[in-house]
């Protein structure tokens, strides 16, 4: 099979709007958490979230007049798009040489449009049916980042989107994987994309007691494998990968962050919403990704976790990666970066993905902040704190979603 390379990433979330800041901000170990400005929250339960800060798309990549018809999570996929694509050192609508035809879109989306369903709802409602927008529909199917995206750089290869909960983006990453591996594309837009700060959103999850209720603190609210955790924040963003096959990227000279190596999928078939507390269809997942790579467990010297800062969640995924690696797991660094983001959901795999990569190319290790009294149960090197310097040769990225999703993937650092 063909190898696979990262040539151009794209990222915002809490932290920042591009790649340069957002990765500075995780390698200090700042919180991209805060109180809600996009909603009214007075009357919500939960207040907070890993909100993006003054985002406005640009009008070189969409014009204004035509941004007001799609949700906020397709702009913010057009955003790091451009941002990807760009540094992977095309420009828009030229590929370099690539036929078009090989060049495609698959992203990550776990819930579409939400904001806009609920905005033209109320619409709706006050003022009747035939104030609906036109654009409705078009705005909130979750494939609509990829369509638009395709349309705006000229990809006519490969176009859709999976819909698998938190791991989306992974899921996506792993079917793009697979169509240049098997020669079927060149390249391959993907990741994840997701924005569902809403109403109906934060107050189903609230109402599922899912969500941190750490209003009067937000910077301190995500706390993965700490024992005063007591649920996720939501987070929105996006996370877009290049996937080139890594032979004619070396040949154009690309710059190559790192090789995807590994993937696996699995499920708990264990419960709609709770992990498996023994972590096994996580364990599965891991040993199938590590299998696909060729790779002994001992290889891998970083996971950035799914680490959500749930309860059961963290201890059933510390259980799985010891299952996986034996005691292997005690050596290896592990970190949640949702500390700082939030989860971003659907994206989530994407945004980690990207930190996965810039890990290995930069060999610093972003942190698990907020861990301050780790759970006994939650045993095992969690990147208190601060970045740490640290040369992987292999980093694992999970994702798990509800209805016992899993996705795991392995990257290789360039020079292996």
Not at 3 to 22: D, P
Not at 190 to 211: H, R
Not at 399 to 405: E, I, L, P, R
């Amino acid at each position: 099979m063909k190898r696979v390379a990262i040539t151009g990433m794209g990222i915002t979330c809490g932290l920042g709007h591009n790649l340069k800041e957002v990765w500075a901000n995780a390698v200090e170990g700042k919180p991209g958490i805060s109180h809600i400005e996009q909603i009214d929250t007075e009357n919500l339960a939960v207040k907070i979230a890993g909100e993006i800060k003054n985002f406005k798309l640009s009008e070189d990549i969409l014009p204004e007049k035509e941004q007001a018809r799609y949700d906020r999570f397709i702009h913010l996929g057009l955003h790091c798009t451009d941002e990807a694509i760009r540094d992977a050192g095309f420009t828009p609508k030229d590929w370099g040489g690539y036929d078009p035809e090989k060049v495609g879109c698959l992203l990550g989306v776990g819930m579409g449009g939400f904001p806009y369903i609920e905005g033209q709802h109320r619409t709706y409602l006050e003022r009747g049916p035939r104030r609906v927008s036109p654009f409705f529909i078009p705005s909130i199917i979750p494939n609509m980042a990829s369509g638009l995206i395709t349309i705006q750089y000229d990809m006519k290869g490969i176009n859709y989107t999976i819909a698998s909960a938190c791991a989306s983006a992974a899921h996506a990453i792993s079917a793009a994987t697979m169509e240049i591996q098997t020669g079927r594309q060149d390249v391959v837009i993907t990741g994840g994309t997701e924005s569902v700060i809403s109403d109906m959103t934060i107050s189903g999850f609230a109402n599922m007691k899912a969500l941190s209720r750490r209003n009067d603190e937000p910077a301190r609210a995500s706390r993965p494998f700490d024992t005063g955790r007591d649920g996720f924040v939501m987070g929105e963003g996006a996370g877009i990968i290049v996937l080139e096959d890594y032979d004619k990227a070396k040949t154009r000279g690309a710059k190559i962050y790192a090789e995807v190596v590994g993937h696996g999928s699995s499920s708990d078939a264990y419960h709609i919403t709770a992990p498996h507390p023994e972590g096994l269809g996580a364990m599965q997942c891991m040993k199938q990704s590590l299998s696909m790579a060729g790779i002994k467990p001992e290889q891998v010297g970083y996971i950035n976790a799914h680490g959500t800062s749930t309860p059961l969640g963290d201890i059933g995924e510390t259980n799985a990666i010891k299952k996986t690696f034996g005691d292997h797991a005690y050596n290896l660094h592990v970190s949640s970066t949702k500390s700082m983001t939030g989860h971003l959901l659907g994206a989530a795999g994407g945004v980690e993905t990207v930190f996965c990569a810039m890990a290995l190319h930069t060999g610093d290790l972003p942190p698990t902040i907020n861990l301050e009294e780790q759970d006994p149960e939650c045993d095992l090197n969690y990147v208190p704190n601060k970045s740490i310097k640290a040369s992987p040769d292999y980093a694992l990225n999970n994702s798990f979603g509800f209805g016992g999703t899993n996705c795991s993937l392995i990257l290789k650092r360039e020079g292996v």
